[in-house]
Nanobody, 115 residues
């Protein structure tokens, strides 16, 4: 089993920044893919970004350079740096990890962008 714990969400003004963290613990494999998803009010969950154990990063087209995914393997932690935040970025952000045949989800962290 793997436990994922997100942190770093909160209330931020439009144009501001937040950094989300996702710490993994438990039966950690060295080969994995970790992803950030989000689900806005009344919307379906959507993929934001992913990073693999070999460092390959992918982003949703709408990110357009505003978000950066990174990792600290020593801490088993993945980050999502979010800049130039907009009201439409308001959502619950979820961390996801796939390793072997298993998939794990965190509990989510709320990001609210509002003045």
């Amino acid at each position: 089993q793997v436990r994922l714990v997100e942190s770093g969400g909160g209330l931020v003004q439009p144009g501001g920044s937040l950094r989300l963290s996702c710490a993994a613990s438990g039966s950690i494999y060295s080969s994995y893919v970790m992803r950030w998803y989000r689900q806005g009010p009344g919307k379906q969950r959507e993929l934001v970004a992913s990073i693999s154990s070999n460092g390959i990063k992918t982003y949703a087209n709408w990110v357009k350079g505003r978000f950066t995914i990174s990792r600290d393997n020593a801490k088993n932690t993945v980050y999502l740096q979010m800049n130039s935040l907009k009201a439409e970025d308001t959502a619950v952000y979820y961390c996801n990890r796939v390793q072997g045949p298993a998939e794990y989800w965190g509990q989510g962290t709320q990001v609210t962008v509002s003045s």
